[in-house]
């Protein structure tokens, strides 16, 4: 049984044995009685999970000892217990952090009951996201989750470790499935911010009209269909990382508000007036060249500036050296294992084949060409003709060279669908995309299921 410690903070030596006749009906509970503000700070050490405060005490009133409280402990549960209804104390002690306030009438015990049981609860999910946060950083060890030992790669680890120590705008630039996401998240998670929330934002993906609510969240009524307030990415992501992906989608409009919010370090919802103060490291990422973007006009200087920060440029996968391989035998490993298939080698020629190739769609594709490619086998090892990198949509698919990107995403999905019954959740797993990519080219007509 877990016991749990409240210190219950008292003069009135009959109220105080009530409650504590109360609380114990919960065997968990383990109560100390202290009549005085004094007592009770002299008694913090023992370390409570949890006090609850008479507010006039006769040493201090519950404002002092809770700012002292405060100044030893900044997360210890704090509930107040009133002998008078007093809404401007009330209000100025839960905004100096206390968790609840209750005015002393018959129903105290039984709301005091059920203020316990929902701050231990919000204390237990607490715990819960910060060790998940703490497992997902130690998956996102830099070098165990970006695989590449290349002279480039290296350069970008170097980078990234300065960008982990502190604090500054991170810029990630590099082609398609370079692992822009992924370097945002380790960067992160490696950072003093590891425990706070990392929220990642598509700006291509989110409709234009609704970004703005998305981003910087809205009041009640802003707009029809806004039926509660609604708070925004930037304050999701408090004392945390905001991955803005794809910044150069951004339109000309947001681009300035946006600005403006970074210039002042605080926002205000759609449809508010209360300025809500910023505490966000912004990680920006984009395929783009932004530099050409703002001499061309379509993004502006001012904001490119702010948002640059320390740059990292990732290179396309061809210039990794042999970085090809070890991914290549990485993604093997990590397929034979979800497919539960017994262990592959890649042959000569397969591996002549990896090198030779260009991976327009970088590592993405090159885990997907792999994936495919481990399924495909039906021996020891992986060889050139499971490769089928030319296979997809066709002869020589993938080595010509007259495909725009997006066909070679066509090409890809088309192949894959085809190879996994048309399982389109299959398919997004193994690409890392989401299922709306492949439904919208198949309301495009850009796919087509068999009826
Ligand atoms: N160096 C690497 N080592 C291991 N896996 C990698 C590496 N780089 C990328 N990946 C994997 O490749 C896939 C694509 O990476 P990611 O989504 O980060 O790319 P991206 O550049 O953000 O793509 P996009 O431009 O399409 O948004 C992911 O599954 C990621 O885990």
Not at 26 to 55: F, M, V, W
């Amino acid at each position: 049984m877990d016991s749990y410690s409240i210190f219950i903070v008292e003069d009135d030596p009959w109220y105080g044995e009530i409650l504590e006749y109360h609380l114990t009906l919960n065997p968990e509970y383990q109560i100390t009685r202290l009549t005085s503000g004094s007592q009770c700070l002299a008694q913090l050490h023992k370390r409570p999970q949890l006090i609850t405060i008479d507010y006039s005490l006769p040493d201090m009133n519950g404002k002092q000892l809770l700012q002292r409280i405060r100044s030893a402990n900044p997360d210890l549960p704090v509930i107040f217990i009133s002998g008078q209804e007093d809404v401007g104390t009330a209000v100025e002690l839960l905004k100096m952090g206390a968790n609840d306030y209750l005015v002393k009438d018959d129903h105290t015990k039984d709301l005091l009951w059920n203020s316990i049981v929902r701050i231990r609860e919000n204390q237990r999910l607490k715990q819960e996201v910060e060790q998940l946060r703490e497992e997902l950083g130690q998956k996102y060890e830099f070098e165990k989750t970006i695989l590449g030992s290349s002279a480039a790669m290296k350069r970008v680890f170097a980078i990234m470790e300065k960008a982990a120590r502190t604090s500054i705008n991170v810029s990630v630039t590099g082609e398609t499935g370079t692992g822009k996401e992924l370097v945002a998240k380790a960067i992160h998670y490696n950072s003093e911010r590891a425990k706070k929330p990392f929220v990642p934002v598509n700006m291509a993906a989110i409709p234009a009209d609704l970004l703005e609510s998305e981003l910087f969240g809205h009041e009640k009524g802003a707009f029809t269909g806004a039926i509660a307030r609604k708070i925004g990415k930037f304050e999701e992501a408090a004392k945390g990382t905001l991955f803005l992906d794809e910044i150069a989608e951004l339109d000309l409009n947001l681009q300035s508000k946006l600005l403006r919010v970074l210039q002042e370090r605080e926002l205000v919802r759609v449809g508010g007036n209360e300025k809500v103060k910023l505490d966000v490291r912004l990680i920006v990422a984009t395929h783009r060249n932004l530099a050409k973007e703002v001499k061309e006009g379509h993004f502006r200087e001012d904001l490119y500036y702010r948002i640059m920060g320390l740059p990292v440029e990732l290179p396309p996968l061809r210039q990794r050296d042999n970085d090809v391989l070890m991914l290549a035998k990485s993604f093997l490993q990590e397929a034979c294992k979800t497919n539960k298939l017994g262990p592959l080698q890649l042959s000569n020629s397969a591996k002549e084949m990896l090198k030779q190739y260009p991976f327009p769609g970088n590592v993405r594709e090159l885990k997907a060409v792999i994936e495919l490619a481990a399924v495909m086998s039906n021996g020891q090892e992986v060889t050139a003709d499971d490769l089928h990198l030319n296979t997809v949509g066709g002869d020589n698919f993938l080595l010509s060279d007259a495909k725009t990107m997006k066909e070679y995403n066509i090409g890809i999905i088309r192949h894959l669908l085809k190879a996994n019954n048309n399982n389109i959740q299959k398919v997004a797993d193994i690409l890392d995309i989401g299922k709306s990519t492949i439904y919208k080219m198949i309301q495009n007509k850009e796919i087509v299921l068999p009826v």
